[in-house]
């Protein structure tokens, strides 16, 4: 495909548009989001995605008209819960495998946290994406564990902790990188659950 197709009737436009694999989609979103880590987000451009991926840049423009827009996209499609599915029957355990899950994948979503950081504040649809991509899935992934133990007794429904914990999980996840120059990592979380996060709530 061609920039010539720009020019091209509406009709053609849109029957192009329309033969967009889902697997070509996702080699777009993927690009962008690997660049965004890279090199960051102001660094990265629609012409350069094209030129990874082999397209031309009208074929990213007329799918999603501008950076933004094409970003958000990427995100909402790479929306994942990690912490879906974890139930063990206790809520110390429940919180100690969510610590491992997070470590398992906190290097590229903190990276790409970061390097969005500065973007997501200008654009109001950016930030939406993301917090619909990456942090709003696992928020609500963590209280459903914390409602499960307050069901099954082994939390009071008042002790005042609850209400911290998504904020003490996600927050160890960003201020990591900058206190120590490194990722919290599977072994890292799982100790901060151990040390701060299950005396907080009565279940050491």
Known sequence: MTSQAADEPETVVASRRSKITPE???EF???VLEQIRECGYD???MEGVAASTRCSKSTLYRQWKTKPQFVAAALRAN???RFAGIDTGSLAEDLR???RAAGDWSGKDTRLLQALGH???ADKELAQALREALVLPEIAALEEMLARGVARGEVPAGN???AYVPAMMF???RVRPVLCGQYADSDYLAGFVEAAVLPALGLT
């Open 79 to 81: 929306r994942r819960v």
């Open 43 to 45: 660094s990265v451009t």
């Open 97 to 99: 495998q969510a610590a």
């Open 171 to 173: 927050g160890v996840l």
């Open 29 to 31: 979103f993927d690009a």
């Open 119 to 121: 973007a997501v504040t």
């Open 160 to 162: 005042p902790a609850l």
């Open 24 to 26: 070509r989609e996702r």
